[in-house]
């Protein structure tokens, strides 16, 4: 039976009890989705200590939840309206319905997409999807025996939230949904946002429409990385720090709080945008606001810091690091930070940057594109193919066309966004550019702090999400005061018909063509984005069911495409116990052990050590295209 409802009903029972005490849905829907994910961490943490991961006890801490929210509902005042916050809505204009109805519509198109397509980004099978799968296995989120250290020392908020529902439902239908809500959460933050800097109706419209549309957004939206989940807890971080600056209030500050911690907990990126955010958030409160929030914010600094501190003990006593092992050990090879800093080295990778979100479906264009950056990289003084600033092995190239998540370019909104700052501007006044500049500049700086820091990557386009998620709240409300008349229907004939393009034909998750999630199999749609239709892998299973196995080690060689392995063999559900086992014979850590009776190893064809390693052990092996199976026979 299925015990995913009970997650849900928390959320929704959280919501009404909220509500009835603010009057205020966006607020409220904001506040709903922020305790949520603080409960949901806390009770995984809590568990972790009594090695209680499991699916009963997650049950029963969600059981608890639901049971508190009926009795605190039922108690619940009636209304009470702040008029710091509520104004008359209002009925939507003609622009505004068209603007609310193509949000709709994209929002719809991501659900479907991402309720029916099992998780199938390459990241989320080498490690998202896998390391919950681990935690629910082992009862525990310490760190485990694996080949590849992302599951073990990167943040595991997201993860935590996908490893609820693997355990309640025991399957992955909702794993992708994390990420749905996540871009919903976005869509309202910034249209509060915008509200909160005094725009009216259409600001706050155009607003959700700008981070409601961003191609690269739209198709990770429907997908189980985490990236959305950061613009979210970074979203609501600026709406919590807006609110302070209107309401001065203990909840305004554990807002801010609760929402850095999360964005602390769910991508280290998080480091090199929170500090621009709160300097351009603390300009705007002002000096009176900021000598009142000490004294408001410390009891949610000391929770939000209890928050945090589980994960960052566990690396530090792990690797003497709390936030990832030493650069340079077989855990982490190579460092995502720049081998060198300088002023030009970091103005190169801001035309790297910069220069990346200029690809597009025309060759020619991205030629041309590629060469003025090469060209603007050599004037300053850098190689464009520096191997201490962009990621090893690769070189730096403007690419375009498709509609993969990892790759999709966003420069109709970056020319957008750049226009609408240069109109602040021009018309400062009418755009009220002393309220809008200090985000402008604290998304610039950050995204110079982003360029100087960070190693360039080919796929770095799904890192530059969350500004331009939070830049739809300046550009919103700029837009909307230079009171154009044709603004709305520009906005949508620009951005739009990409969007929804976007959520149709994502190359990984279409609802159209011939690889749609509509007509092929979840099985099928699992290898999307790893090659091949699964084939291989149903041949691999029904050999290990077969010989009635349920330890199975788990090993690869050049792929870490982990996650359909464990799909497939029924790990969610308990069916079948699998590991990681330990590289090159090495012998389990001191307190673990496992005797697998199956060890399957992806892309091992050919590896004549592990044919040796495992015949020396009674293992029997058998050849499946690229993977090797090794068989004991059937368990007792």
């Known amino acids: 039976m299925s015990l995913v409802f009970l997650p849900i009903a928390a959320a929704f029972l959280g919501f009404e009890v909220i509500r009835r005490r603010s009057g205020l849905i966006r607020m409220s829907i904001l506040w709903t989705l922020l305790l949520w994910a603080c409960y949901a961490v ?116 997201n993860e935590f939230f996908q490893l609820h529902f693997l355990a309640l439902e025991q ?31 259409m600001a706050q419209l155009l607003a959700a429409l700008f981070a409601a549309s961003v191609p690269e957004g739209v198709l990770e939206a429907s997908g189980s990385k985490n990236d959305y989940s950061l613009c979210l807890w970074l979203a609501t971080f600026t709406v919590f720090g807006l609110a302070y600056r209107r309401e001065a209030s203990r909840w305004n500050a554990a807002g801010l709080c609760f929402s850095a911690a999360l964005a602390v907990l769910t991508k280290s990126t998080s480091w090199l945008l929170l500090p621009a955010l709160a300097a351009s958030l603390a300009v705007l409160c002002g000096g009176a606001r900021l000598r009142t929030l000490p004294r408001h914010a410390w009891a949610g600094a ?34 995502v930070a720049q081998g060198s800093f300088s002023s030009t080295i970091a103005a190169a990778n801001l035309v790297r940057n910069l220069g990346t979100q200029f690809g597009g479906p025309w060759p020619a264009m991205n030629r041309w594109a590629e060469s003025e950056a090469r060209g603007l990289i050599k004037w300053i003084g850098e190689d464009p193919d520096a191997h201490f600033a962009i990621w090893p092995g690769s070189r730096f190239t403007i690419q375009g066309g498709g509609w993969h998540e990892a790759s999709r370019t966003n420069f109709v909104h970056l020319l957008l966004y750049l226009t609408l700052a240069g109109l602040t501007l021009v018309f400062w006044k009418r755009c009220g550019g002393a309220t809008l500049a200090p985000l402008w500049l604290a998304l610039g700086l950050g995204f110079i702090l982003f360029s100087g820091y960070l190693r360039w990557q080919p796929w770095h386009t799904r890192l530059h999400l969350p500004f331009f998620v939070l830049a739809a709240v300046p550009a919103g409300v700029a837009a909307a005061r230079l009171r154009w008349p044709w603004m709305p229907s520009i906005a949508l004939l620009l951005l739009a018909p990409a969007a929804i393009h976007a959520a149709l034909w994502n190359d990984i998750r279409p609802l159209l063509g011939d690889r749609s999630v509509l007509e092929k199999s979840r099985v099928q749609t699992l290898f999307n984005d790893g090659g091949g239709d699964g084939s291989q892998h149903r041949d691999v299973v029904s050999r290990i069911v077969l010989s009635q196995c349920r330890r199975i080690g788990l090993s690869a060689w050049q792929t870490h495409f982990f996650y359909p392995s464990m799909a497939l063999l029924g790990v969610a559900s308990g069916e079948r116990e699998v590991r990681f086992m330990p590289d090159s014979g090495q012998p389990w850590p001191a307190g673990e052990s496992f005797e697998p009776c199956a060890v399957w190893c992806l892309r091992c064809s050919g590896v004549t050590s592990l044919s040796e390693r495992y015949s020396a052990q009674g293992f029997q092996m058998v050849t499946a295209g690229a993977d090797l199976l090794f068989l004991k026979g059937p368990a007792h």
């Not at 990241?123 to 694996?146: E, I």
């Not at 399957?171 to 009216?200: F, H, R």
């Open 42 to 157: 806390a009770v995984t943490e809590v568990l972790n200590l009594l090695r209680l991961v499991t699916r009963p006890a997650l049950a029963a801490a969600w059981l608890l939840a639901c049971a508190t929210l009926t009795w605190m509902l039922k108690s619940s005042p009636g209304t009470r309206l702040s008029s710091k916050f509520n104004k008359p809505a209002g009925t939507l204009s003609g622009g505004g319905r068209m603007l609310f109805a193509a949000i709709s519509c994209v929002g719809a198109l991501i659900a479907l997409g991402a309720v029916l397509s099992p998780p199938n980004t390459y990241d989320a099978a080498a490690y998202h999807l896998p390391r919950a799968m681990m935690w629910l296995q082992n009862r525990s989120v310490a760190p485990f025996v694996t080949p590849y250290s992302n599951m073990t020392f990167l943040p595991p908020a």
């Open 171 to 201: 399957g992955d239908v909702l794993a992708n949904c994390t990420q749905w809500v996540a871009w919903l959460g976005c869509v309202l933050a910034v249209s509060l946002a915008a509200g909160l800097l005094g725009g009216d109706q």
């Open 302 to 335: 000391l929770l939000a810091l209890i928050l945090i501190a589980p994960f960052h003990l566990r690396n530090q006593a792990r690797y003497g690091n709390p936030l990832s092992p030493p650069v340079g050990s077989g855990e982490l090879p190579f460092s």
